[in-house]
C-alpha cells in the first residue's frame, strides 16, 4: 500500500560485491531477532512490518538489495502525519541486529552463519520524508488518479465560494444553501442534485482540511488496490447514501461535506480487511487504525453539529461495496464482471436512496400546487398554525353554552368541541415532522401537551354531564391547573 503522506525513513549504503546471499541472511537473522514479520521475500527484495508495541506501530519495512547497493525504508502504515522518530528508531535497531550478525560465528536456526565481510555502513546515505513527497498526493498518477482531482474540486468549490463572499471559518446558512448544500425542504420538492452537490460544500475551512486529509490516506492507500473507477463509484454513490440517510434522520438541519463519501472509502477497505485478498500482516497492523479512526469519528458525530447519519449511512454503504467490490478483484481477468459490479452498485444505491426518500415525510407537497413552488416548511408551520388558532376558538365557544339543556351540551361536545381538538391533535402531530428548528419543535411538543390536556379536560365535562356527579370535580380542577401552566410556559 504505497501512501505517498505517510511518514518514512530511508537509508542507503554499499555492499561489498558477492556479499549479496549473506546479506539476505543477515537480514533473516535481524528481523528474528526484533520479532517482526517477513511478508514477501525475492532475489531482490524483502517486505516485512514491525511487531506492535508502544514503541511500533506495525511499521512496514522494504529492504532493496543490488550487487553493491543496499536501501531500507521503514514507513508508517497507519494515519500519522509525524512518526515521532519511529522509524528512524526501526532502522537504526535493524542495523544494530545486522552488525551483531556479522560478528557471529554460530548457526542460528536453519541459518548457517559464516564469517561476512563488513559492510560499509560508514558510506549510509540517510532520506526522510521530503516537502515534494507530500506534494505527490496532488498530482494524479495511473494507479492514483481520482484522489487529487477530488482533493482539488473540493478546493476549488470552497475558493469560489469565499470569493463570492462566504465567511470561510463559519459560513452563513444562505450561503450553504445556495451553493447545494442538503436541507429536507428543498431537496425533497424538486432539488434531488443538492444529495450530490452537498458532498463538494464545506462548513468552513476546518471542515475542509479535515475532510481533505482523511480522504488524501484513504485514498492513496485504497485506490491503487482497487482501481480509479471502484474507487469513485465507490465515493459518488457512497456520498449519495450519506446524503439520504441525513436527510432521513435529520429533521431541521443543514446537511454538507464530503465526510460521507469518505466514510464510504474506509467502509469499503474495512471490508477488504475482512477478507484474503490482502496479506495477513497488513490486515492485522491496519485494522487497528481503521477501527480507531472510525470509532473515534462516529462517536464524535454524536456531538451538536456533527452529521452523525452520514456518517454511518456511508460506512455501512461502502460496507457492502467492498465485498462486491472484493469479487471483482479476484476476477480482475474479467472485465464483463466488473463493469456488471459497478453498474449494479451505481443502480442498486441510487434506487435504495430513492425508495428511502418517498418514505421521508413531506408534508410541503400536499401543499405545492395550491401555494407555489416558493413554499417552505416555515410558510407551511404559519398556515397550520393558523388553522390551530381557529380550531382552538371554534373548540373554547362551549365556554358561551351554558343554557344548553344535557343532551345539547353532550350533543355539542362530542360534535363540536371533541372534533376540533381532535383537528387540532393532528396539526401539531403534523408539524412534528416538519424541517424546522429545533426550538420551533420543542414549542410545538408543548402545544401538543397543551391539545392532550383540552381533550382530557372536555371529556371529563362530559363524564360529569352524563352522571350529573360531583366525582370528577376534583379532576377537573386538576386539569384546568394544568392547563394554565401549561400556557404560562408556552408564552413565556
Known amino acids: 500500500m504505497n501512501n505517498k503522506l505517510l511518514p518514512h525513513y530511508t537509508i542507503e549504503f554499499d555492499i561489498n560485491q558477492g556479499d549479496k546471499p549473506n546479506f539476505f541472511k543477515s537480514i533473516e537473522f535481524a528481523f528474528k531477532q526484533l520479532h517482526w514479520d517477513i ?16 514503541s511500533s506501530w506495525g511499521e512496514s519495512i522494504t529492504i ?15 494515519n500519522q502525519l509525524f512518526d515521532w522518530g519511529k522509524n528512524k528508531k526501526n532502522i537504526e535497531s535493524l542495523l544494530e541486529q545486522i552488525k551483531h550478525y556479522e560478528q557471529c560465528a554460530f548457526e542460528v536456526g536453519d541459518i548457517e552463519v559464516i564469517e561476512t565481510p563488513k559492510n560499509n555502513f560508514d558510506s549510509i546515505s540517510k532520506k526522510k520524508s521530503s516537502f515534494k513527497d507530500y506534494l505527490q498526493v496532488f498530482i494524479p498518477t495511473k494507479d492514483y488518479f481520482f484522489t487529487p482531482i477530488l482533493i482539488f474540486f473540493n478546493i476549488l468549490v470552497f475558493v469560489v465560494m469565499a470569493i463570492d463572499g462566504m465567511n470561510i471559518i463559519s459560513p452563513a446558512s444562505e450561503d450553504l444553501v445556495k451553493w447545494g448544500a442538503n436541507e429536507r425542504s428543498l431537496t425533497l420538492n424538486g432539488e434531488l442534485w443538492r444529495l450530490f452537490s452537498c458532498v463538494f460544500i464545506h462548513i468552513g475551512i476546518i471542515h475542509l482540511i479535515m475532510n481533505l486529509y482523511a480522504l488524501i490516506f484513504i485514498g492513496s492507500i485504497l485506490e491503487p488496490i482497487i482501481g480509479k473507477y471502484k474507487f469513485i463509484i465507490g465515493y459518488l454513490i457512497s456520498g449519495f ?9 435529520n429533521t431541521f438541519s443543514l446537511s454538507a461535506g464530503a465526510s460521507g463519501a469518505i466514510f464510504g472509502l474506509f467502509g469499503i477497505f474495512l471490508a477488504l480487511l475482512t477478507t484474503n485478498y490482502l496479506d495477513k500482516t497488513t490486515r492485522k497492523s491496519m485494522l487497528t487504525y481503521i477501527f ?12 451538536d453539529g456533527i452529521d452523525a447519519a452520514a456518517h454511518l449511512g456511508g460506512l455501512l454503504s461502502g460496507f457492502i461495496f467492498g465485498y462486491a467490490f472484493y469479487y471483482g478483484l479476484i476476477n480482475k481477468e474479467s472485465q464483463v464482471i466488473n463493469n456488471w459490479i459497478l453498474s449494479i452498485i451505481s443502480f442498486l444505491g441510487i434506487a435504495c436512496s430513492f425508495l428511502v426518500l418517498q418514505k421521508i415525510p413531506n408534508p410541503i407537497q400536499k401543499y405545492k400546487n395550491e401555494y407555489g413552488q416558493e413554499i417552505n416548511y416555515f410558510d407551511v408551520y404559519e398556515i397550520k398554525m393558523k ?8 373548540a373554547l365557544e362551549i365556554q358561551n353554552k351554558a343554557g344548553y339543556s344535557k343532551e345539547e351540551m353532550l350533543h355539542y361536545i362530542e360534535n363540536h368541541t371533541l372534533y376540533y381538538w381532535t383537528e387540532n391533535l393532528k396539526i401539531v402531530k403534523e408539524i412534528e415532522k416538519f424541517s424546522i428548528p429545533k426550538e420551533t419543535l420543542e414549542r410545538n411538543e408543548m402545544i401538543k401537551k397543551y391539545v392532550l390536556l383540552r381533550l382530557k379536560q372536555t371529556k371529563l365535562i362530559r363524564e360529569k354531564i352524563k352522571s350529573e356527579s360531583d366525582k370528577f370535580d376534583k379532576s377537573i380542577l386538576e386539569t ?10 408556552i408564552v413565556n
Open 39 to 54: 511478508i514477501s521475500s525475492s532475489e531482490d527484495k524483502i517486505e516485512g512490518h514491525t511487531s506492535l508495541s508502544l
Open 387 to 394: 388553522d390551530f388558532e381557529l380550531n382552538e376558538n371554534l
Open 292 to 303: 480507531i479512526y472510525i470509532g473515534l469519528n462516529l462517536m464524535n458525530g454524536f456531538q
Open 480 to 489: 384546568n391547573q394544568e392547563i394554565d401552566n401549561i400556557i404560562e410556559s
Open 64 to 78: 532493496k538489495i543490488s550487487d553493491t547497493k543496499v536501501t531500507i525504508e521503514s514507513k508508517c502504515v497507519g
Open 241 to 249: 447514501i450519506a446524503s439520504t440517510a441525513s436527510l432521513w434522520w
